[in-house]
């Protein structure tokens, strides 16, 4: 199983939106609703931020969001804040219980 | 409140086993998707491998003929053994729990692991 594919880098300024996409393929991405997208502060653990595509743990801020198209599912952060700087990375399910992760995204609040 | 804390050497010599363990608290080990992941320095998240049960585990192929993984039903933990390791087995080992569909939604804090002589 290879990684998803994430752009390594995307930025906005407070109050902007950021959009990361994770690109896989029919075998995982495409093929089940178990997306999920973690952020990382550095030296942390990283925390969930979406599951099955676009459902928030209590808790997270209804300013991420996620959606998939096809083989492409996508982070949205609306009204950047300046704690959203972090790493980001996506997830998915890859049959049989086997899940792959991103390559990671950083992002960057100007 | 669920909470997962990783336990084992910080260094092991290349060719010999990795040992960690994962304590939970706060939630039952006989329930839910227990899984290890890890972050060699600088990279990305690497999906290692889940246990259920004593017979629901598995692993990314890419790991499967070094991993071993176990439940400790009486003391609340999970355990990982990888065999054989080298330089890139250097990383931050984490546990986790998937308890949302498809999502790990506790962590552990991480525990570094340097393979070196």
Same mark, same amino acid.
């Given at each position: 199983q290879s990684a998803l594919t994430q752009p390594p880098s995307a930025s906005g300024s407070p109050g902007q939106s950021v959009t990361i996409s994770c690109t896989g393929t029919s075998s995982d991405v495409g093929a089940y609703n178990y997306v999920s997208w973690y952020q990382q502060h550095p030296g942390k653990a990283p925390t969930l931020m979406?599951?099955?595509?676009?459902k928030r743990p209590s808790?997270?801020? +209804?300013r991420f969001s996620g959606s998939k198209s096809g083989n492409t599912a996508s982070l949205t952060v609306s009204g950047?804040?300046?704690? +959203?700087e972090a790493d980001y990375y996506c997830s998915s399910h890859a049959g049989s219980s086997k899940f792959v992760f991103g390559t990671g995204t950083k992002v960057t609040v100007l | 409140q669920v909470q997962l804390q990783e336990s084992g050497p910080g260094l092991v010599k290349p060719s010999e086993t990795l040992s960690l363990t994962c304590t939970v608290s706060?939630?039952?080990?006989?329930t839910n998707y227990w899984t290890w992941i890890r972050q060699p320095p600088g990279k990305g998240l690497d999906w290692i491998g889940y246990i259920y !049960? @004593?017979?629901n585990i598995d692993s990314n192929p890419s790991l499967k003929s070094r991993v071993t993984m176990s439940l400790d039903t009486s003391k609340n933990q999970f355990s990982l053994n990888l065999i054989?390791?080298?330089?890139? !087995? @250097?990383a931050v080992y984490y546990c986790a729990r998937r308890g949302l569909p498809g999502g790990f939604d506790y962590w552990g804090q991480g525990s570094l692991v340097i393979v070196s002589s």
């Open positions: 979406i599951y099955e595509v676009n808790g997270v801020p +209804d950047l804040q300046a704690e +959203d | 706060g939630a039952s080990i006989n !049960d @004593t017979v054989s390791v080298t330089a890139a !087995d @250097t």
